[in-house]
T-cell receptor, first 113, second 111 residues
């Protein structure tokens, strides 16, 4: 099993450009999450999904959109990138059930100029 | 979810036990204590979790005080590969299992 994979690993955007980050998991997990991590800080939740076709806002959702059309994929979109969105983005997934841990991907390092 | 307080940084000698404290004085009855760690530039990794009893797995032990207001993560024989940021997270068993990360403790294992 590959676990949780993220595409791309690195990306540089100009202000105003758009892009989509892809997260894929092969563990048949119901829950998926997108976090961002800024230097010296812990992760902050952007959006999450408790199942195919459903999404919800997390702590810092502004400027991002998400979609979960397939159970194994969770897409994070930036419609008009801003320098404040320069960050490392982590995707995670987890099984349904109260006690289960989250499995994290390797991260996508995004720079917006 | 309840907030947690951890020391900013700690050092430990290789081969010794590393004891990482966490205060969660506002924890409620349906909240678990979870520990994750993040090795430099990697995604966080689950370590262990518990409700009120002490827990042990192949990675670590978790000691939770009787009043549940604090806990200690113990790495019994720390190695250089245990150098990481360790996050103590209190999470409700209800809902979407969201994790709220603080700044964690930066643990450095010294040779």
């Amino acid at each position: 099993n590959a676990g949780v994979t993220q595409t791309p690993k690195f990306r540089v955007l100009k202000t105003g450009q758009s892009m989509t980050l892809l997260c894929a998991q092969d563990m048949n997990h119901e829950y998926m999450y997108w976090y961002r991590q800024d230097p010296g800080m812990g992760l902050r939740l952007i959006h999450y999904s408790v199942g195919e076709g459903t999404t919800a806002k997390g702590e810092v959702p502004d400027g991002y959109n998400v979609s979960r059309l397939k159970k194994q994929n969770f897409l994070l979109g930036l419609e008009s990138a801003a320098p404040s969105q320069t960050s490392v983005y982590f995707c995670a997934s987890g099984r349904f059930g109260s006690y289960n841990e989250q499995f994290f991907g390797p991260g996508t390092r995004l720079t917006v100029l | 979810d309840a907030k947690t307080t951890q020391p900013t940084s700690m050092d430990c000698a290789e081969g010794r036990a590393a004891n990482l404290p966490c205060n969660h004085s506002t924890i409620s009855g349906n909240e678990y204590v979870y520990w994750y760690r993040q090795i430099h530039s990697q995604g966080p990794q689950y370590i262990i979790h518990g409700l009120k009893n002490n827990e042990t797995n192949e990675m670590a032990s978790l000691i939770i005080t009787e009043d549940r207001k604090s806990s200690t993560l113990i790495l019994p024989h720390a190695t250089l590969r245990d150098t990481a940021v360790y996050y103590c997270i209190v999470r409700s068993v209800q809902g979407a299992q969201k994790l709220v990360f603080g700044q964690g403790t930066r643990l450095t294992i010294n040779p």
